[in-house]
């Protein structure tokens, strides 16, 4: 028998920030992301081998435990252990012992939410195996409280969300750990123009996100006048953003992720550099409308909104900066596990 599974990155549209905890337990936060068909993969093989091995393919780290209750949280694969531990003391009370291989379609640090969406990836792998009672919001909640609890990295709340659920949401965050996702009812022609106006171009830096996260988080809870009114604002756009696809108005779609790109950069100064800047403005010359890093800034992938008519000569030139360029399409199924039975 063998157990597979997978979950959709996703691209951070407008309002990314607003879903950490120390603002949104304070003001509500609204986000809207899309999900796209690059995936965090993982496979699970059960055996009696007494040993449990982990290996991230695409990383190449390799750990093998002794089957236990609990496991050491290991430093090269921190999510794999972690998952495992929550698994066991919530749902199984006993060892298990198998072979996991996980890998991802982005590297770390890219902004697509790839470590959340490979939490949901590994607990969706679990839940298919052991036929857990667990849910979409469920999934999603558990991956929150292991990444951010258990492990204790910094981020935001709507990568597990985005993962779980898939396709375009409007995610509203609240206070006591109330989350309600909205699954937008876009028109085919509407998802149409969007996938066939953006473009994905990965800057080759990979940014350590949990520090970006810090410093919002140092800011908001300074009560730091600038972060907050950032932080409004990126609340604002995605209410906007939501507005203009529901309708079609490709102008207001755009308008809104430049205004949200210039609010995120004053919620903190790690967010965007001279490289990023330039970057942006290289795109804007060569044919694109709008533009935004994916996720926390710093690096990783810049969105970038264009004519679908200017959309090769814009790659063309983004392709001259040795850079990757991506064109994704939209997904609208969320994590998925299945099993093979061994003929």
């Known amino acids: 028998m063998i157990i597979r599974s997978k979950a959709p990155l996703r691209l951070g549209l407008a309002g990314g920030g607003t879903d950490i905890a120390d603002y949104y337990n304070r003001f509500g936060g609204y986000v809207l992301n899309a999900t796209i068909d690059m995936y965090a993969c993982c496979t699970i093989e059960p055996n009696d081998s007494d040993e449990i091995e982990f290996f991230a ?7 093998i435990f002794t089957s236990s209750f609990n496991l050491p949280l290991s430093p090269a694969l921190p999510l794999h252990t972690g998952i495992y531990n929550r698994i066991i003391s919530d749902f199984i009370k006993k060892p298990l012992s198998f072979k996991m291989t996980t890998y991802s379609d982005a590297p770390a640090g890219s902004g697509l939410g790839s470590s959340s969406t490979m939490v949901v990836a590994i607990i969706k792998a679990f839940v298919e195996w052991l036929n857990l009672p667990l849910g979409e919001y469920d999934i999603a909640a558990l991956a929150y409280k292991i990444e951010r609890e258990d492990i204790g990295f910094a981020g935001g709340k709507q990568d597990q969300y985005a993962a779980t659920f898939g396709g375009f949401n409007f995610m509203e965050f609240y ?25 994905l171009y990965y800057t080759g830096v990979s940014r350590e996100s949990a520090n970006i996260i810090k410093e919002q988080i140092q800011h908001t809870q300074k009560g730091d006048t600038k972060n907050i009114e950032s932080m409004h604002e990126l609340k604002k756009q995605a209410v906007f953003m939501k507005e203009a696809l529901l309708k079609g108005d490709f102008k207001g779609f755009s308008d809104c992720l430049s205004q949200g790109w210039l609010a995120k950069k004053n919620a903190a100064s790690s967010i965007s550099n001279s490289f990023l800047d330039d970057l942006y403005q290289f795109a804007l010359d060569n044919g694109a409308q709008s533009a935004k890093i994916s996720g926390a800034g710093g690096g990783g992938f810049m969105m970038i909104y264009c004519d679908p008519c200017r959309k090769n000569s814009l790659i063309r030139a983004l392709k001259e900066k040795q850079g990757m360029v991506l064109t994704p399409s939209f997904t609208e199924t969320g994590t998925q596990g299945w099993t093979i039975y061994n003929n």
Do not use: F, M
Not at 57 to 63: H, N, P, V, Y
């Open 175 to 199: 206070e006591n750990e109330r989350v309600i996702v909205n699954p937008l009812r876009l028109k085919r022609w509407i998802r149409n123009e969007i996938e066939a106006s953006l473009v």
């Open 57 to 63: 393919a695409d990383l190449d780290k390799r750990e």
